[in-house]
Nanobody, 120 residues
């Protein structure tokens, strides 16, 4: 059983910063890619940023220059450093990982989500 556990969400003022973390646990043979998605009320879930095991990143245009994704392969952990936060960044942020485990060659897993609220 693979689990993703997120942490680091909260309430922050516009212009502030937050750092999200997500750790994958279980019997994991390899992680192909990890990333962050978000879903605001009344909107579809959207990609924020992803990073491959080799360190190749992909960022949504809306967060370029403000958010930075990074990973620690040894810890099966991904981070999202969010700077210059805006009210429109308010959403539930979900961690995603594409993993090869004992039960599957390649499957996507989701965390439970962590709330990020940007408000004065």
């Amino acid at each position: 059983q693979v689990q993703l556990v997120e942490s680091g969400g909260g309430l922050v003022q516009p212009g502030g910063s937050l750092r999200l973390s997500c750790a994958a646990s279980g019997i994991i043979f390899s992680i192909y890619e990890m990333g962050w998605y978000r879903q605001a009320p009344g909107k579809q879930r959207e990609l924020v940023a992803t990073i491959t095991r080799g360190g190749i990143t992909n960022n949504a245009d809306s967060v370029k220059g403000r958010f930075t994704i990074s990973g620690d392969n040894a810890k099966n952990t991904v981070y999202l450093q969010m700077n210059s936060l805006k009210p429109e960044d308010t959403a539930v942020y979900y961690c995603n990982a594409v993993i090869r485990s004992i039960t599957t060659v390649r499957s996507a897993y989701w965390g439970q989500g962590t709330q990020v609220t940007v408000s004065s």
